[in-house]
């Protein structure tokens, strides 16, 4: 989960991001003097992956976007990437985009017995706010409240 501050940086750039062709992915918020703010940016257009150019013309707006409000009160470095490989999947819509893939999954609470779990996402129940995954040929189903991270795991070509 965010915090508030993250939430309230997300709900002021995520629509200038957009009026880029740009959404934001994730974002890492930094905790300490001399930590690292990653924002994790794709485009828009499922069709094309985010470019070196969209970060380096988004980093300026975010830098600028920080500067102007009273966000950090330490030293901070700003770094605007592409998601990678092994992708964060933070939004519920890109759960559903992410069905037949691997996932590598944080929890707050154990479910069946783990705090964290690596397999395939076989369903996504929006309207009961539950996934299924399947590890080692046994599914488990996972409330969306006890998620603190997702990836996607990034297999190769088969």
């Known amino acids: 989960?965010?915090?508030?501050?993250?939430?309230?940086?997300?709900?002021k750039l995520e629509p200038v991001a957009n009026r880029m062709g740009l959404r934001i992915i994730e974002m890492d918020i930094p905790s300490g003097v001399n930590g690292i703010f990653r924002i994790y940016i794709d485009n828009l257009d499922?069709?094309?992956t985010v470019s070196v150019e969209d970060?380096?013309?988004?980093?300026?707006?975010?830098?600028?976007?920080?500067d102007t409000g009273d966000y950090f009160s330490f030293r901070y470095y700003l770094e605007v990437s592409s998601p990678g490989v092994d992708r964060p999947v933070r939004r519920w819509e890109d759960l559903v985009n992410?069905?037949?893939?691997?996932?590598?999954?944080?929890?707050s609470e154990p479910v069946d017995g783990r705090r964290r779990i690596t397999g395939v996402?076989?369903?996504?129940?929006?309207?009961?706010?539950?996934f299924t995954v399947e590890v080692d040929d046994v599914d488990i189903k996972i409330s969306k409240v006890f998620v603190k991270k997702i990836n996607e795991i990034w297999k190769g070509e088969k």
């Open 1 to 11: 989960m965010w915090s508030n501050r993250a939430k309230e940086i997300f709900e």
């Open 46 to 48: 499922k069709s094309k």
């Open 55 to 66: 970060c380096v013309k988004f980093s300026p707006v975010v830098s600028d976007f920080l």
């Open 98 to 107: 992410s069905i037949g893939k691997t996932l590598k999954i944080k929890l």
């Open 121 to 130: 996402l076989k369903s996504v129940l929006e309207d009961e706010g539950e």
